[in-house]
T-cell receptor, first 110, second 113 residues
């Protein structure tokens, strides 16, 4: 069965710093990959997804992610974070069901 | 507005008292799913449904039941809640399996005392 690993549990950055959150998955077949964001007290919202084509995908709010098949990775990036990006970020992989990583909490200091 | 509606948002109950958390979507989605979210564990799937009258267990189904009698509704039933079911619960739907992302409900925070 597929699984997802997120390497960082809690990341603390200052505003304008660059962000990269790691995500690795275990499934070797065709996968559909997602990043979700959960702002404090809210439900999960889709940031971006990859299922085919250009391995560099752009999402909402200036986020992007790169699918590297050889590394089974789908890392999330943002060149310059803002205080409003403080949230929890979840990587997910979907073959039939959606499997989520444990999440990375991002704190951005003003 | 396209959405997944869960009720209630907050619930405190006592051990053993049966409860139902409702979930309804207005997008004609075939696929619906229930997750629980616990700190450090991410989201774990409880049950899912690929269509009306088709349900299956996820990773943590013990102590839960579901039904899918209509396409729009997918209630989660706790027949005899226990304190280890205290958690944040999310319902989600998608058009079908594959590359579709989920639309999530707003969540139900359940406390069992």
């Amino acid at each position: 069965a597929q699984s997802v690993s997120q390497h960082n549990h809690h990341v603390i950055l200052s505003e304008a710093a660059s962000l990269e959150l790691g995500c690795n998955y275990s499934y070797g077949g065709t996968v559909n990959l997602f990043w979700y964001v959960q702002y404090p007290g809210q439900h999960l919202q889709l940031l971006l997804k990859y299922f085919s084509g250009d391995p560099l995908v752009k999402g909402i709010k200036g986020f992007e992610a790169e699918f590297i098949k050889s590394k089974f990775s789908f890392n999330l990036r943002k060149p310059s974070v803002q205080w409003s990006d403080t949230a929890e970020y979840f990587c997910a992989v979907r073959f039939n069901d959606m499997r989520f990583g444990a999440g990375t909490r991002l704190t951005v200091k003003p | 507005e396209a959405q997944v509606t869960q009720n209630p948002r907050y619930l405190i109950t006592v051990t053993g008292k049966k409860l139902t958390v409702t979930c309804s979507q207005n997008m004609n989605h075939e696929y619906m799913s229930w997750y629980r979210q616990d700190p450090g564990l991410g989201l774990r799937q409880i049950y899912y449904s690929m269509n009306v009258e088709v349900t299956d267990k996820g990773d943590v189904p013990e102590g839960y039941k579901v039904s899918r009698k209509e396409k729009r509704n997918f209630p989660l039933i706790l027949e005899s809640p226990s304190p280890n079911q205290t958690s944040l619960y999310f319902c989600a739907s998608s058009p079908r399996q594959g590359h579709y992302g989920y639309t999530f409900g707003s969540g139900t925070r359940l406390t069992v005392v």
